[in-house]
């Protein structure tokens, strides 16, 4: 069966340090990827998907970035992190073709102090 | 852009009252439709889903959801609530076709024993 982890579970940063979490998959192959923030009363937002290695689609512009240097793994990543950063990060995944169930990882809880 | 609105952001209820969490979209082509669902200290979770067909889709655990077009609505409905239903509520849409799903902001339900 498949199973998706995300490390580390929780994170206490200071602003300007970096940032890396990382997302791996297991039991599927060429998954589509994706990175969500949840912030309390906001939802989902939709950060950064991918249908490939080395493929990445931003949608929301800022300080954040992502790649996938391997199939089933999808990196977050931050030079430099401002306090709006905080907040909690999802890691989720569907099958190669579009509009499929999406199936979610624990999550990683970002603190940016 | 497209959009999904949940109106409801806390819902409180006794056991057994029938619950209705409303869902609009704005989007005027085709669409998939989601809800998930995040208990307590668990991953998100699939719902129910609408693709196609049937416009009342049924879901795990006695829920129900009814796709109306012409409203851009997708209603989640459970006649008899239960308190383990206490849980984080999510609508989804997926514009057919692409990769990208825009999540609503959650309704937090409490169902009181």
């Known amino acids: 069966s498949q199973t998706i982890h995300q490390w580390p579970a929780t994170l206490v940063q200071p602003v300007g340090s970096p940032l890396s979490l990382e997302c791996t998959v297991e039991?599927?192959?060429?998954?589509?990827l994706y990175w969500y923030r949840q912030a309390a009363g906001r939802g989902l937002q939709l950060l950064f998907y991918?249908?490939?290695?080395?493929?990445i689609s931003s949608e929301v512009p800022q300080n954040l970035s992502a790649s996938r240097p391997q199939d089933r793994q999808f990196i977050l990543s931050s030079k430099k992190l401002l306090l709006s950063d905080s907040g909690f990060y999802l890691c989720?995944?569907?099958?190669?073709?579009?509009?499929?169930?999406?199936?979610f990882g624990p999550g990683t809880r970002l603190t940016v102090l | 852009a497209q959009s999904v609105s949940q109106h409801n952001h806390h819902v409180i209820l006794s056991e057994a009252a029938s619950l209705e969490l409303g869902c609009n979209y704005s989007?005027?082509?085709?669409?998939?439709l989601f809800w998930y669902v995040q208990y307590p200290g668990q991953h998100l979770q699939l719902l129910l889903k609408?693709?196609?067909?049937?416009?009342l889709v049924k879901g795990i655990k006695g829920f129900e959801a009814e796709f109306i077009k012409s409203k851009f609505s997708f209603n989640l409905r459970k006649p008899s609530v239960q308190w383990s239903d206490t849980a984080e509520y999510f609508c989804?849409?997926?514009?057919?076709?692409?990769?990208?799903?825009?999540f609503g902001t959650g309704t937090r339900l409490k169902v009181l024993a």
């Open positions: 609408y693709f196609s067909g049937d416009p």
């Open positions: 991918s249908v490939g290695i080395g493929q």
């Open positions: 989720a995944w569907t099958s190669g073709s579009s509009s499929d169930t999406q199936y």
């Open positions: 039991g599927t192959s060429n998954p589509n």
């Open positions: 989007y005027g082509g085709t669409v998939n």
């Open positions: 989804a849409v997926n514009v057919a076709g692409t990769y990208k799903y825009i």
